[in-house]
């Protein structure tokens, strides 16, 4: 799929339920830009594994916290930690929300 056929779905407001939520079975990505770009990330709903996702972020999110709850003593170092996680956070979902074209067949078969 072409970045303009991704750029398609992602427009088309049929797509957005409620005008919040993303559902779309053409999009292979899970993750993708909210509607109002520059906001975040959302999860893209009709894709198999976007509640195992969610699943997956809330016990990162509460793991961590949970973590930080154990370290109690330093907080420079609960400070760091957090920075560290919201950042890795935020790289993960950049990364999955880029379009993947998928390989298109060569013309060069002999």
Known sequence: MSR?????????ANNWK?????????????VVPKRLRGLGWTLNFARPLALPF??????????????????NGSTGLSCA???????????????????QPSAAPSDDVR
């Open 4 to 12: 303009s056929a991704f750029d398609r779905h992602y427009y088309d």
């Open 54 to 71: 969610l699943g997956v972020l809330l016990a990162f999110a509460f793991g961590a916290r949970e973590l930080l709850l154990a370290l």
């Open 81 to 99: 930690v957090t920075l560290l996680l919201i950042l890795a956070l935020v790289a993960l979902c950049y990364q999955m929300s880029i379009p």
């Open 18 to 30: 409620l005008g919040f939520i993303y559902f779309c079975k053409a999009d292979q990505r899970i």
